[in-house]
C-alpha cells in the first residue's frame, strides 16, 4: 500500500513526503504486502477455515454450538449478545425445547444454533454431521451456581465423540452465572471444572484437547469478552489485524485500540497489550451510546457512486473522559469501528490520529475485502 503510518517520535512537523523509512514503518509495508495473501491460511495451518468470504459449510455461513443441560443459560446468552435483551428479562424465557437457529448479519455472517439440553445428539436417529459438521466452535456452558458433576460428564462424553470425528472443533466452556459468587468461590469452582474435565480426558487418553475456560455472567461485560476470543478464533486474519493496531497504537500514542463488531459489542481484533476489562467495559458502553443516536440521527449507507469526488462521510466521535484520558471513535464500514484510548492529551496529533485511521482503514478493506 502506497500510504504508510506516520510516527510521532521525529522531531517538529514533518509532511507525508518527509517520513523517512523507519523500522516501523518497513515493518507495516511487510504487513501490507502480506495482506492479500492473508485471506487464504497456509495448506498446514490448525487454525478454522472458517472466515469470510470462504465458508465451507453447506449454509455458507460458519457455526456456533450453544450446548448444555437445561436451564444453564444458553438461551439468555443468545438473546443479551445478539438481540440486545436486557439481562433482567431473560428471567421470563421459556427453556429451549428445540433446536434454535438464529443467523447474524455482521461483518461476518454466521449461525448461532442453541440446542435444548435434555437431548442426546449422538443417538442413530440424528444426523449428526448436519449439527457437527462444518461447525467453527462448540460452546458448552456450565451453570456454577448448580451441581455441575452431570453437567462435565456430558461434556466429557460429548468431547470424545468429537475426537474421534472432528477433532479440530474449538470447544469452549462458559463457566456462567458466576455474578453471583464471591471472587474466592468463583475461582475455586473454575478450578475444580478444569481439573475434573482435565482429568477425565486424560484417562480416556486425551491429554492435549482443544477445551477453553471462560468465566462469564450476563450482568456483566464478561460474556462479550468470552465471545470475542470465540470469534476472534475464526477469524485467520487476526495476527495481520493485531499487527497493523500494533503499530498504530505505537504511532499515535494509544494506550489501547480495538475494532469493534457494533451490532454485538464483539470486539474482533485488539492490539497486544493486555486487555483491561474497565476500558473494555467503557469501550462497550460507548457502543450503546451510538447505536441509540444512530437510531434517531442515523442514515442508510448510500451505495457508492462511480466517480464520487468524496465518499460518504464516517462517523467519528473524539471525547475527553477525565482528567487526560481521551477516547476516539472512528466509523470503519457498515459493521465495523475502532475505538481508541489514550491516557495522555493527544489534541496536539489529532490530525496525525486521522491520518493513520485512513490508512489502517484502506487496510482493513483489503484484509476483509469489503467495500466502504
Known sequence: MANLLRGTS??????????????????????????PNAKVPPANSSRPKFHTGRLPNKDGKPRLLLMGLRRSGKSSISSV???????QETLFLESTSRIQKDSLHSFMDFQVWDLPGQVD????????????GGIGALIWVIDAQDDYLEAINRLNVTILHLQQSYPAINVEVFIHKVDGLSDDFKFDTQRDIVQRIQDELSDAGYDNAPVNFHLTSIY?????????????????QLPALEGILNLLCANCRMEKAY??????KIYIATDTSPVDMASYEVCSDYIDVIVDMSEGYGWERP??????????????????LQGE?????????????????????????KGLIDYNVEVFQGALSQVFGYQK
Open 220 to 236: 456483566d461485560v464478561s460474556i462479550f469478552e468470552a465471545f470475542s476470543k470465540v470469534i476472534q478464533k475464526l477469524i485467520p
Open 10 to 35: 521525529r522531531q517538529g512537523e514533518e509532511t507525508a513526503s518527509q517520513v523517512a523509512e523507519s523500522p516501523a514503518l518497513l515493518t507495516l509495508r511487510a504487513f501490507m504486502q502480506s495482506i
Open 121 to 132: 445428539f449422538f443417538d442413530s436417529t440424528f444426523d449428526v454431521d448436519s449439527i457437527f
Open 81 to 87: 449478545v445478539f438481540h440486545k435483551m436486557p439481562p
Open 303 to 320: 451505495p457508492p457512486e462511480e466517480g464520487a469526488e468524496e465518499p460518504c462521510p464516517d462517523a467519528e466521535s473524539f471525547i475527553l
Open 259 to 264: 475494532l469493534f463488531d457494533v451490532l454485538s
Open 325 to 349: 484520558n481521551y477516547m476516539y471513535l472512528r466509523e470503519m464500514n457498515k459493521y465495523l469501528a475502532l475505538i481508541c484510548l489514550f491516557k495522555t492529551d493527544c489534541t496536539d496529533i
